[in-house]
Every structure is written in structure tokens, then in C-alpha cells.
């Protein structure tokens, strides 16, 4: 069992492999500049996060759980790329490059920018229920958590992950994703916030792709009925 599972892993994952470097090799780094913009971004945010203009990062892009709604929203693309409380600027940068790389290869930059917006929206807005509304027999957290800072790309690579698990049908991949989240999530101090906003993200991410293969689903039918909507889907992937 367990080979057959890993067999379907490196199979899902040549499948991903055959897709980045269609890409590569039909636009090059133009076809990743998405990818490029925000992982140049993680790295100046964090280097300038470490000098003197400190307050400067803490002011666009520092969200906290207890700010106003306004002002969060106006932070959320600053703290997409801010330094994430229990994360080291490798771990973002990783996590940017591998998901959002694959994403734009695979379903391009509006698709790309659609999905990993709905995460970190639902994401943050979900934070704030749970820490100021949410009674404790639903994940409600104690007025404490109002202080703390909620930044960093995990919620919106997280979504982003499993919609690309889905549309690309690669659940195993998917699978291994979610397990390597949630052993990550538990270890980690302090992770009662992060924990709830990655459900929340992997619901984003699986209800994105539910719309996107039922709009497949629908376009196969009036155009090619004889065609599955997950191989269109796929079809339409390794194209770029």
C-alpha cells in the first residue's frame, strides 16, 4: 500500500514537473513573474524589517488580530509578504516559490491571485471571529490573542496548495500537504491562531477548486460532452 501510494506521489509529481517546465521553457522567467514579485518582496520586507525603518513594516504591513477591520484590510497584501510570527523568512520564501510557482505555471496569474486573495481574506477575517466572537466550543481564543500578529504567506500558499491539488488531480500530494501542515501547525508554540486559520485556508482552497471544476464540468459539456471536466481541467493545465 504504502508503495503504490508513493508510486502515485512521484507520478502526481512528474505531472506538476511536466508543468513548470512547459512554462519555463515557452516563456522563461516572464512566465514566472508573479512568483519573482512576491518572493522579492518576502526578502525586503524581512531585510527591512531588520534595521531601523522597523516601524515602517510594522505600520503597512504589521496586522494584528485586535486592529480595526479597515485598517486590516488595507494591510492584508503588506502582510502577505510581512515576517510570519512562527515562521523564518526560508520557510515563506519556500512555501511562495513551490506554490505560487507551480500556480501560475499551471492556471495562470488571475487564477493565481484569486485564489491566494479568497485564502488570506476568509483567512484573517476568520482569525477575528475566533478571537473576538467565536464561544470556546467553536475554537473561540481568550482576549489575549487580540495582540497578536497575524502576517506572513502560510494561509494563502496553504489554500493555494490544495486548490492545485484538486484542479490538478494530484490528491496524494494534496494528502501529504495537509499532513505536513498539520504535524508543522501542532509543533510549533503559540500555533492556536495558525492552526484555525489553515482550516480555514484549506477550505478556501477546496471550495475554489470545487467552482473551478464545475465551470470545467460545464464547458465540457456544452463544447466536448464526451470529455471529463478533470482531464479538460488537466488539458488546459499543461497548455500554461
Given amino acids: 500500500m504504502f508503495r503504490a501510494f508513493a508510486a502515485g506521489c512521484l507520478a502526481e509529481f512528474a505531472r506538476m514537473r511536466v508543468v513548470v517546465t512547459t512554462r519555463w521553457r515557452e516563456q522563461g522567467l516572464r512566465g514566472f513573474a508573479l512568483t519573482a514579485l512576491v518572493s522579492a518582496a518576502v526578502i ?49 520564501l519556500i512555501q511562495v516559490l513551490l506554490a505560487f510557482g507551480l500556480a501560475e505555471a499551471a492556471v495562470g496569474v488571475f487564477r493565481t491571485v484569486a485564489v491566494v486573495g479568497a485564502s488570506q481574506v476568509l483567512a484573517t477575517l476568520a482569525g477575528r471571529y475566533f478571537v473576538w466572537y467565536a464561544p470556546v466550543a467553536l475554537g473561540g481564543l ?60 484549506i477550505m478556501v482552497g477546496t471550495a475554489c477548486a470545487g467552482v473551478q471544476l464545475l465551470a470545467y464540468r460545464w464547458s465540457a459539456r456544452r463544447a466536448r460532452p464526451e470529455i471529463d471536466a478533470g482531464d479538460l481541467v488537466r488539458e488546459q493545465s499543461v497548455r500554461g
Fill in 44 to 92: 525586503l520586507v524581512w531585510l527591512v524589517d531588520r534595521t531601523s525603518a522597523h516601524p515602517v513594516v510594522t505600520a503597512c504591513c504589521g496586522e494584528r488580530v485586535g486592529g480595526p477591520l479597515s485598517s486590516a484590510l488595507l494591510r492584508l497584501p503588506g502582510s502577505l509578504v510581512a515576517p510570519a510570527p512562527l515562521l523564518p523568512v526560508w520557510g515563506s
Fill in 142 to 201: 481568550p482576549t489575549s490573542w487580540r495582540t497578536a500578529l497575524d502576517t506572513g504567506p502560510s494561509a494563502a500558499t496553504v489554500g493555494l496548495a490544495v486548490y492545485l491539488a484538486i484542479v490538478l488531480g494530484c490528491p496524494r500530494i494534496g494528502v501529504v500537504v495537509i499532513t505536513g501542515i498539520a504535524v508543522a501547525v501542532v509543533f510549533a508554540p503559540s500555533s492556536e491562531l495558525a492552526w484555525r486559520e489553515h482550516l480555514v485556508a
